[in-house]
C-alpha cells in the first residue's frame, strides 16, 4: 500500500517519551514542541509503560492537546529497552522477542488504537527491528514482514483509513554504521529492500530511517564534519530507494563522547542537518524532547542525554540554543 508522497507528515519533527503522568508536566512538554514549532512528534507507546489507568489517560490527555495545536502525532509501538552491552550483544537473555509474543502484543495494540484512534492516524511499528537490541534476536526480515502483516491488520480492523510507518531502522541501511562488528549485531543492512521482497509493501505506507553514523556517538570531530556525516548518510539512503514514501523518524547527537562538542555545537548540527532535508521534502524527527532517567545508563553511555529538556523536564541549554537557530 505503497503512497508517492507523505501527505501527512511534514517539516520538523521531534521525538518523544511521557515519563510523567501529571497535567503540569505534559503541558509542559506540549509548551516545548509549540515553542519550537514543531510540526509532527513520534510519540513512543510501550507496553510495560502504558498498562495502568493513570498513564493511559496521560496518553490520550496528552495527544488530543497535540491535535488541537494541529501537531501531528505518530504513535510508536516499540517497547523501550536501554542501550547496554547485554541489550547490544545478549538481547535473547533479557526480553521475549516480539515475534513470539504477538497474541499478548496485539491485545495491547487494539487498547491503545482504540483510546487514541480519534487523534492518532499513523502508526510505526517497531523500533531498529534491523538489530539485535530491538528485535531479541539475530535480525529476520521475514518475521518482521510478518509482524508487520499481523499489527498493521489489526490497527486497520479498528481504523480503516490507518497509515503504517515500517520502523525506524537503524543506520541508513547502505553502510556499516560500525565496520568492526558483525552485522547480525548492530544493523543488518539492506533491510528495507529485504523486507520490500517479502511484500511488506502490501501494508506500510510510509519507511523510515534513522540516519545516524559513529559520529553521532563519539568522536573528536568538528560539528560540521558530523554534520556532513549525517547528511551524507541520508543522501545514500535516499538515491538508493529512490521513489520510496522515506521519512527520518529519529535523528540525534549525543553529548558524553562527543569530546568537541558543547550544546551551542550541537544545536548547529541540527540547524544544518534540518535545513538540508527540509530542502528536499524529506520530514526528519529530532532526538530527543526529553531524556529518560539515568538508571538506565552508566555515565559514560552515549545514549543518554539527547534532550531538549531533562527527565525532571527542566530546560537544558540545548534548547535555548536550538530555538536561537532554528526560530
Not at 482504540?114 to 538489530?131: A, F
Not at 548518510?233 to 523518524?249: A, C, D, E, F, R
Amino acid at each position: 500500500m505503497q503512497v508517492n508522497k507523505v501527505n501527512e507528515i511534514s517539516g520538523l519533527g521531534m521525538n518523544v517519551y511521557l515519563n510523567h503522568y501529571d497535567k503540569k508536566s505534559i503541558k509542559k512538554l506540549l509548551n516545548t514542541l509549540i515553542l519550537l514549532k514543531i510540526r509532527w512528534i513520534r510519540l513512543e507507546i510501550c507496553s510495560k509503560k502504558y498498562n495502568e489507568a493513570v498513564s493511559l489517560d496521560a496518553l490520550s490527555d496528552f495527544v488530543k492537546l497535540c491535535k488541537f495545536h494541529k501537531i501531528v502525532v505518530v504513535g510508536l509501538f516499540s517497547d523501550f529497552i536501554p542501550l547496554t552491552s547485554m541489550s547490544v550483544f545478549f538481547s535473547e537473555k533479557l526480553l521475549k522477542p516480539i515475534h513470539t509474543d504477538v497474541d499478548r502484543y496485539i491485545i495491547f495494540v487494539r487498547e491503545i488504537v482504540k483510546k487514541l484512534s480519534s487523534e492518532v492516524c499513523i502508526w510505526e511499528i517497531w523500533n531498529e527491528q534491523n538489530t539485535r537490541r530491538f528485535w531479541g534476536k539475530a535480525p529476520s526480515s521475514i518475521e518482521y514482514t510478518e509482524f508487520v502483516k499481523k499489527i498493521a491488520t489489526e490497527i486497520r480492523e479498528i481504523k480503516k483509513d490507518a497509515k503504517i510507518m515500517f520502523g525506524g531502522i537503524f543506520g541508513n541501511d547502505v553502510d556499516p554504521v560500525y565496520r568492526f562488528i558483525p552485522n547480525s549485531i548492530i544493523a543488518n543492512p539492506k533491510y528495507i529492500h529485504e523486507s520490500i521482497k517479502h511484500k511488506v509493501g502490501n501494508y506500510v505506507d510510509y519507511y523510515a530511517y534513522h540516519p545516524y553514523t559513529r559520529e553521532c556517538y563519539f568522536s573528536l570531530s568538528t560539528s560540521k564534519e558530523i554534520a556532513k556525516s549525517i547528511i551524507d548518510s541520508i543522501k545514500k539512503t535516499q538515491q538508493y530507494y529512490t521513489g520510496l514514501p522515506l521519512i527520518v523518524s529519529e535523528i540525534g547527537v549525543s553529548p558524553v563522547l562527543n569530546l568537541r562538542l558543547n550544546s551551542k555545537e550541537i544545536a548547529k548540527i541540527y540547524h544544518e542537518v534540518i535545513n538540508f532535508c527540509l530542502g528536499i521534502n524529506l520530514p526528519v524527527c529530532i532526538y530527543a524532547l526529553s531524556d529518560q532517567s539515568s538508571v538506565h545508563y552508566g555515565i559514560l553511555n552515549p545514549d543518554r542525554n539527547f534532550g531538549f529538556l531533562d527527565y525532571h523536564l527542566n530546560v537544558k541549554q540545548l534548547l535555548k540554543e536550538f530555538k536561537n537557530l532554528v526560530i
